[in-house]
């Protein structure tokens, strides 16, 4: 131990010599056993290809990172990161040296130079280091070569000729040199990546075409004077093989047969390794399947084929699974599903599915609720391993700003899907709501509610039903590709929709048209931006305009309550409350004054609108002193609500805020072991004339036919706290 302490300290007084030292910083000799790293950082001279990213992670020595004194106040907490203990040793930071320098090394920069400065802060006994990093000339890609395995060339050659394998065979010999052409024309930095690469790409090219036991190597000549390298391939290709048999093991409930099909190959074809991964991953998002291996064992082989080996690995039959959540306008949120994963034999899934949105601890007030019962069948092979179907009945209660209503009804869905993220799904759902209370206040109608409001008579307002009935048609499709399903950061989604009511059953008939798109663009390692976008349109006919010329475009309007767009909410236009972007009035409610029935309104209650824009842009920050899991974010997000077809504008002035709201903000989020926990704080640029006063002001002025104007304004109002915790469904 004394032994291993000299050699630290002799290493530090060698340190201290030579460092360069720097203006406002104290002698390195101060510096002890208890002294502790602040900062780490990184000062590349010149241009760089090796990024920070990549060799913080290799480093032994800390940093305790910023925010030290708020971290340690709340240390307590779970998911605040600790300071920790972050020792200053001399012998591990000669130790980082060699290894960046080996990183280099291995990235093609033979040259490469690497030092450091390290400054001390008595004081507080704290070190800064930085890393100084010249890269120097790369080693670049002179000449590739491929050669049999058993050729006796001994080395590539200065001027490389390109030749294909003598065991290639002549039906895929043209697709060969076209390969090897191509990766002959590279001349790049080459590195260690760079040299596997090349051998992993020409061994997935074999065994992409029927070489199932394809190995290359790639061999490497360097000109360290000239900064040049030559490459030489080795290839052995091997048996060029069919598949003469696809055995199924370790299945115990699934027949073979179910799982051989979701395999794009079938006795008789060429060896395609990627077609057989497809297959296999295709086959792990079955829910009865845990695991799913390939394997061709070399004894299979005979003089033209292979036995290729499927081994699964089964879930348990049955399965009990529950999610829960938090969101601003629903509270509480859980979900509990049972799934019996091999339905009457097989992969296809029987699932009862109960959703509750309780409304508890929710932000918004009153508070969203709906409580669902669904149960549902899902096939996963219809005659195509790209094509499914699910569907089942459901039953419903929700109370939220549409209304107060219960429904029972039926959806099912085809859907052909080549990946997650590519695929065309057609579905049907027919519906019978009965609506209890409409959500204009206490159980109001609209004969009583528009009046009041000042908006229409009592002769003209027309009836609204208390039953709504829908069958519609609905086809949507995906288009997109992502870098990461789950938390993607690089890539693009398209999802357009079309629907339409089918005749004969129908309370209100119309096509609904709505296009959305998302964007995910990575501007450094941990900050990245995203932008979405949506437009939609709906076309109302038949039923829902067979009474517009007798009755209010309001009345006309609710008709279409269950489709029509709304904007505004925790995952919509930030700055609004649920769905309170655009039209909206005040939800009136009664009270008891001296035996007297008094109108007063809390909240404000959506219209929706017929026509809908929206977009919304955000960065996305790491949160300095904190660790990956923690996240802030700044957002701009905007949208338009309209009703375009006069026959069902409410025509009301001021009341109809019909132009492009604008929000932004800024929030907070952490990952957890339940998913994300988000608070944001939204701002309205340009408010309504109703999103800065007060409902019951309004409703007051509106029942006196006094103007808006008279009503005092609350910039408070502009400001909406939104807040999640994990799944919301």
């Given amino acids: 131990m004394r032994s291993d302490r000299s050699c630290a300290w002799v290493a530090l007084a060698a340190l201290a010599l030579v460092a360069a030292p720097l203006a406002a910083q104290d002698a390195l000799s101060g510096v002890g ?36 004194g708020i971290r340690r106040a709340l240390g307590f907490l779970p998911f605040v990161s ?85 065991e290639i065979a002549p039906e895929i010999a043209p697709a060969w040199q076209g390969f090897t052409a191509t990766e002959a024309e590279y001349r790049g930095r080459l590195g260690e990546s760079e040299r596997r690469g090349i051998a992993d790409r020409t061994t997935r090219w074999l065994r992409n075409r029927g070489y199932p036991f394809a190995v290359a190597e790639a061999d490497v000549l360097v000109d360290t004077a000239a900064h040049r390298a030559d490459v030489m391939v080795r290839v052995r290709p091997g048996l060029r093989a069919r598949i003469r048999e696809i055995a199924v093991r370790g299945n115990e409930t699934v027949p073979a047969r179910e799982l051989t099909r979701q395999l794009p190959l079938e006795p008789g074809d060429w060896y395609d390794a990627a077609q057989l991964e497809g297959g296999r991953a295709r086959l792990t998002q079955l829910s009865i399947v845990r695991l799913a291996l390939l394997s061709v064992p070399r004894e299979s082989a005979d003089d033209s084929s292979v036995v290729v ?16 959540g938090i969101a601003s306008s629903g509270g509480l949120v859980s979900r509990v599903d049972w799934t019996h994963r091999s339905f009457l034999g097989g992969v296809r899934s029987f699932t009862v599915s109960a959703t509750a949105q309780t409304g508890l601890v929710a932000l918004e007030s009153p508070a969203e609720r709906r409580y669902r019962l669904a149960v549902t069948i899902f096939q996963p092979y219809v005659g195509s391993r790209f094509l499914s179907a699910a569907g089942g009945p459901f039953v419903e209660y929700r109370d939220d700003l549409r209304d107060r209503s219960q429904a029972v009804g039926f959806e099912g869905t085809l859907v052909y899907a080549t990946s997650p993220l590519r695929s065309l799904s057609l579905s049907y759902g027919i519906s019978h709501r009965e609506i209890l209370d409409f959500g204009f206040g206490d159980d109001l109608a609209p004969i009583d509610y528009l009046p009041l409001l000042g908006l229409a008579d009592s002769a003209s307002v027309g009836s609204l039903g ?94 279409l309550r269950d489709v029509t767009f709304s904007a505004g909410g925790t995952r919509d236009v930030r700055g609004w409350g649920s769905q309170l972007v655009g039209p909206k009035l005040p939800e009136v409610r009664f009270r008891d004054e001296d035996g007297v029935s008094t109108p007063f309104a809390e909240r404000y209650s959506p219209i929706g609108g017929l026509a809908r824009v929206q977009t919304s842009a955000e960065v996305q920050l790491p949160l300095p002193g904190f660790d990956a899991k923690w996240q802030t974010f700044l957002f701009l997000d905007g949208a338009k609500v309209w009703t375009p077809d006069d026959r069902f504008s409410l025509g009301a002035g001021e009341l109809d805020q019909d132009r492009f709201f604008l929000g932004t903000g800024a929030g907070i989020g952490y990952e957890t ?13 340009n ?36 807040f999640s915790i994990g799944a919301t469904f």
């Fill in 33 to 68: 056993p208890g002294t502790q790293v602040s900062k780490i950082q990184f000062r590349f001279l010149g241009e760089h290809t090796v990024q920070e990213k990549h060799l913080r992670p290799l480093i032994a020595l800390t940093a305790r990172g910023g925010l030290v």
């Fill in 309 to 324: 080996q499927l081994g699964v690995t089964e879930n348990p039959p049955r399965i009990v699974r529950g999610e829960a």
């Fill in 82 to 166: 600790p300071v920790g203990d972050h020792p200053f040793r001399p012998v591990e930071l000669q130790r980082d040296v060699v290894r960046i320098r080996n990183v280099h090394h291995r990235n093609g920069f033979l040259d490469a130079k690497v030092d450091y400065d390290v400054s001390y802060k008595a004081k507080d006994d704290l070190v800064e280091v930085t890393f100084v990093i010249e890269e120097g000339p790369p080693l670049l890609l002179r000449g590739v070569r491929f050669v049999a395995a058993d050729s006796d060339a001994a080395a590539p050659p200065p001027a490389p000729a390109v030749a294909p394998a003598p």
């Fill in 687 to 722: 408010p309504s004339a109703l999103d800065v006063r007060d409902p019951d002001a309004v409703l007051q002025a509106l029942r006196e036919g006094r103007s808006l104007e008279t009503v005092p304004t609350d910039s408070r109002r502009r400001l909406q706290l939104h």
């Fill in 466 to 559: 208390t039953i709504v009935n829908r069958s519609a048609l609905t086809l949507d499709a995906s288009w997109g590709k992502l870098d990461d399903f789950s938390d993607p950061r690089k890539g693009y989604v398209i999802r357009p929709r079309v629907s339409v009511t089918l005749p004969g059953f129908n309370t209100s008939e119309y096509v609904l048209l709505d296009l959305g798109a998302s964007g995910f663009l990575p501007l450094t390692n941990r900050i990245g931006f995203t932008v979405r976008g949506s437009a939609g349109r709906i076309v109302p006919f038949g039923r829902s305009v067979r009474d517009t010329d007798s009755e209010s475009p309001f009345v006309s309007l609710l008709r």
């Fill in 673 to 685: 072991v339940v998913g994300a926990v988000q608070v944001s704080l939204g701002y309205k640029l």
